[in-house]
């Protein structure tokens, strides 16, 4: 937090939180707290544990029948987008371990049902707030919002919506739910702020899938301003400035103007065919978490999906979901994308994403562990189960499997396998399935891009995943920011090891993607291409954007580029070089 004038009646203020979703926006604001009840803890006597069960159990249902409304509303007006996220809200609701737990509070510990179920979902938040990945980490809003809902209702209190906002302004809130962020939605809001969130949060998620700019984790903020102080909200960069002077707002409605000239003629472009300077065409695909991020990828162009990591289905489900539930989404996935392809990921967790109740992480090193491919093989029942899905979404032929975390070829023979185990007991089941599907894997372990030349005769294509990939050659942590300086792709022995993998690949006549974050790196693209890429996967929010630096860029520009990085030593002194050449190229972006 930085004061910038000595003014003490308007000062201006600075706060940093987390950018959720893009967009400058400036007008006055609007406080919206809800009153926050944290019940006493009350000891009950024997009589009382049954009514309190009761009211407990019924307060559950009210928040459940209120999410469902809610969910009602969102899916008529907004689609499946924002419907979803209520929908997973209600899942927590069903989870009756969970329930649970909270019951036997109220039965062994004696607590009311108010504090039973403060203690027992705020002993869950921490759970959440604990875990290394942020996605996780951010579902502790909604066990938040969720302990606050039912609290509310055992407490008989009703809840005050932000029925009426007056004129449009940006609202600033502590903690906002999907209900309060649709509702808002429809009254024209000019952008959400709020103190608690992250960059996976439902605020997050539904701001970005509805276009309202938004900044989340704030912190403190909502105790420094009051409603009518005029707010800058830039959700580019995560910033609220409060009470701007003149010369900021200024500042900022010059920033406004480019970003939205920028993002016009970007998107404007994005569903255009990408090539080269030199008529190569590029492919760029998307990276996927959620089936509901078609309708995104769609509208930026996307030439298929990359990847589509399938944790999250595990996530969102109380049990494993059933092969019939996973060939569904599956299936719905590659009938929206055709003629598009679809590579499927099968199930990559261990390491920093845990699904409790299928892996909870108790590993001395989780990263080195029982992870991705290597817990699959040993569950050989869910595994089956995911390959006959994918095989059953393969109808047109469409989609192909992708293999996370492969260290060598034994797991390739093992899988291939089980896969033709999969297709005979879906001909005997009489089922309908796509018969020939390709099967590429993940190369993110080093041992694969040493003998990337012999797997690349065994599988159909390599999908370089460099999140892990620089990990695991580097032995940096990709989530510790302790030693995050150290972690890059632009260091010369991953570069190395991604030019190896894709000659090893062009060798063998079998096609090389990328799909970790690097090929989402505007940085990195010209370097890319240069290696010979043809086909790029990342988040649809990079892909009007890295298809537009494709098509500014000449092969023989990149290849200059390449030649003279590639003998450099010390990542930094790559990083300079490549980032003088983009400012150069492209000084329009340059500020992205
Ligand atoms: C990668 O490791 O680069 C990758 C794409 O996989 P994930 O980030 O899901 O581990
Ligand atoms: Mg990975």
Same mark, same amino acid.
């Given at each position: 937090?930085?004061?910038?004038?000595?003014?003490?009646?308007?000062?201006?203020?600075?706060?940093?939180?987390? +950018?959720?979703?893009?967009?400058?926006?400036?007008?006055?604001?609007?406080?919206?707290?809800?009153?926050?009840?944290?019940?006493?803890?009350?000891?009950?006597?024997?009589?009382?544990?049954?009514?309190?069960?009761?009211?407990?159990?019924?307060?559950?249902?009210?928040?459940?029948?209120? @999410?469902?409304?809610?969910?009602?509303?969102?899916?008529?007006?907004?689609?499946?987008?924002?419907?979803?996220?209520?929908?997973?809200?209600?899942?927590? @609701?069903?989870?009756?371990?969970?329930?649970?737990?909270?019951?036997?509070?109220?039965?062994?510990?004696?607590?009311?049902?108010?504090?039973?179920?403060?203690?027992?979902?705020?002993?869950?938040?921490?759970?959440?707030?604990?875990?290394?990945?942020?996605?996780?980490?951010?579902?502790?809003?909604?066990?938040?919002?969720?302990?606050?809902?039912?609290?509310?209702?055992?407490? =008989?209190?009703?809840?005050?919506?932000?029925?009426?906002?007056?004129?449009?302004?940006?609202?600033?809130?502590?903690?906002?739910?999907?209900?309060?962020?649709?509702?808002?939605?429809?009254?024209?809001?000019?952008?959400?702020?709020?103190?608690?969130?992250?960059?996976?949060?439902?605020?997050?998620?539904?701001?970005?899938?509805?276009?309202?700019? +938004?900044?989340?984790?704030?912190?403190?903020?909502?105790?420094?301003?009051?409603?009518?102080?005029?707010?800058?909200?830039?959700?580019?960069?995560?910033?609220?400035?409060?009470?701007?002077?003149?010369?900021?707002?200024?500042?900022?409605?010059?920033?406004?103007?480019?970003?939205?000239?920028?993002?016009?003629?970007?998107?404007?472009?994005?569903?255009?065919?990408?090539?080269?300077?030199?008529?190569?065409?590029?492919?760029?695909?998307?990276?996927?978490?959620?089936?509901?991020?078609?309708?995104?990828?769609?509208?930026?162009?996307?030439?298929?999906?990359?990847?589509?990591?399938?944790?999250?289905?595990?996530?969102?489900?109380?049990?494993?979901?059933?092969?019939?539930?996973?060939?569904?989404?599956?299936?719905?996935?590659?009938?929206?994308?055709?003629?598009?392809?679809?590579?499927?990921?099968?199930?990559?967790?261990?390491?920093?994403?845990?699904?409790?109740?299928?892996?909870?992480?108790?590993?001395?090193?989780?990263?080195?562990?029982?992870?991705?491919?290597?817990?699959?093989?040993?569950?050989?029942?869910?595994?089956?189960?995911?390959?006959?899905?994918?095989?059953?979404?393969?109808?047109?032929?469409?989609?192909?499997?992708?293999?996370?975390?492969?260290?060598?070829?034994?797991?390739?023979?093992?899988?291939?396998?089980?896969?033709?185990?999969?297709?005979?007991?879906?001909?005997?089941?009489?089922?309908?399935?796509?018969?020939?599907?390709?099967?590429?894997?993940?190369?993110?372990?080093?041992?694969?891009?040493?003998?990337?030349?012999?797997?690349?005769?065994?599988?159909?294509?390599?999908?370089?995943?460099?999140?892990?990939?620089?990990?695991?050659?580097?032995?940096?942590?990709?989530?510790?920011?302790?030693?995050?300086? @150290?972690?890059?792709?632009?260091?010369?022995?991953?570069?190395?090891?991604?030019?190896?993998?894709?000659?090893?690949?062009?060798?063998?006549?079998?096609?090389?993607?990328?799909?970790?974050?690097?090929?989402?790196?505007?940085? +990195?693209?010209?370097?890319? @291409?240069?290696? =010979?890429?043809?086909?790029?996967?990342?988040?649809?929010?990079?892909?009007?954007?890295?298809?537009?630096?494709?098509?500014?860029?000449?092969?023989?520009?990149?290849?200059?580029?390449?030649?003279?990085?590639?003998?450099?030593?010390?990542?930094?002194?790559?990083?300079?070089?490549?980032?003088?050449?983009?400012?150069?190229?492209?000084?329009?972006? +340059?500020?992205?």
């Amino acid at each position: 937090m930085k004061n910038k004038t000595e003014d003490t009646a308007v000062q201006e203020m600075v706060l940093e939180g987390v +950018a959720a979703s893009p967009g400058i926006v400036i007008g006055p604001c609007f406080l919206y707290l809800e009153p926050f009840w944290e019940p006493e803890p009350r000891v009950i006597s024997r009589d009382e544990i049954d009514k309190e069960i009761n009211i407990f159990r019924q307060s559950v249902q009210k928040s459940h029948d209120e @999410l469902k409304k809610s969910y009602q509303n969102a899916l008529d007006q907004f689609g499946n987008d924002v419907a979803a996220i209520m929908e997973m809200q209600m899942s927590f @609701l069903e989870d009756h371990i969970f329930l649970q737990e909270v019951e036997e509070a109220i039965e062994k510990k004696r607590y009311d049902a108010a504090y039973a179920t403060f203690t027992v979902f705020r002993k869950k938040k921490e759970y959440f707030l604990q875990m290394p990945n942020e996605y996780f980490r951010d579902r502790a809003f909604d066990i938040q919002f969720l302990k606050e809902s039912i609290i509310k209702n055992i407490l =008989g209190k009703s809840k005050n919506f932000a029925t009426s906002i007056g004129k449009p302004a940006v609202v600033i809130a502590r903690n906002l739910s999907p209900t309060d962020t649709v509702q808002l939605y429809q009254q024209r809001v000019l952008g959400l702020a709020t103190n608690m969130g992250g960059k996976t949060s439902h605020t997050a998620i539904i701001a970005r899938s509805l276009g309202v700019p +938004a900044v989340v984790g704030l912190k403190k903020m909502t105790d420094l301003v009051k409603t009518g102080d005029t707010v800058i909200l830039d959700g580019n960069n995560g910033k609220v400035v409060l009470n701007p002077t003149p010369e900021t707002i200024e500042t900022y409605q010059e920033q406004q103007r480019i970003f939205h000239n920028l993002e016009e003629q970007l998107l404007k472009e994005s569903t255009l065919e990408t090539q080269t300077q030199e008529g190569k065409r590029i492919y760029v695909h998307a990276n996927i978490e959620f089936q509901d991020e078609i309708t995104h990828l769609l509208k930026v162009g996307a030439d298929g999906i990359g990847l589509f990591r399938t944790e999250g289905i595990f996530l969102n489900s109380n049990d494993l979901p059933s092969e019939e539930k996973q060939a569904e989404i599956y299936s719905s996935i590659a009938a929206k994308m055709y003629p598009r392809k679809v590579i499927i990921r099968t199930l990559d967790i261990g390491g920093d994403k845990i699904i409790s109740g299928l892996l909870d992480n108790k590993e001395e090193n989780p990263f080195l562990g029982w992870r991705a491919i290597r817990f699959w093989l040993d569950h050989r029942a869910g595994f089956m189960a995911q390959l006959k899905a994918i095989l059953r979404s393969n109808v047109k032929g469409n989609v192909q499997i992708l293999l996370p975390m492969v260290s060598g070829l034994g797991e390739i023979y093992q899988v291939r396998e089980l896969l033709e185990a999969a297709k005979e007991e879906l001909r005997n089941e009489g089922l309908k399935f796509g018969e020939s599907i390709d099967l590429g894997i993940m190369i993110e372990i080093p041992s694969v891009v040493v003998m990337a030349d012999i797997l690349a005769r065994e599988v159909d294509f390599f999908s370089i995943g460099t999140n892990d990939l620089v990990q695991y050659t580097l032995a940096v942590d990709r989530g510790n920011e302790k030693v995050a300086n @150290l972690y890059s792709h632009f260091h010369p022995a991953v570069l190395r090891m991604i030019k190896m993998t894709i000659d090893a690949g062009k060798q063998a006549n079998i096609p090389v993607g990328m799909c970790g974050e690097m090929a989402g790196d505007p940085l +990195a693209v010209p370097i890319l @291409l240069a290696m =010979g890429f043809e086909s790029l996967s990342a988040s649809h929010s990079v892909i009007p954007e890295i298809k537009k630096i494709i098509r500014e860029l000449s092969l023989s520009d990149c290849d200059a580029l390449y030649n003279s990085i590639k003998d450099i030593s010390i990542t930094s002194e790559i990083i300079q070089v490549v980032k003088a050449f983009f400012r150069e190229r492209f000084p329009d972006m +340059a500020h992205r």
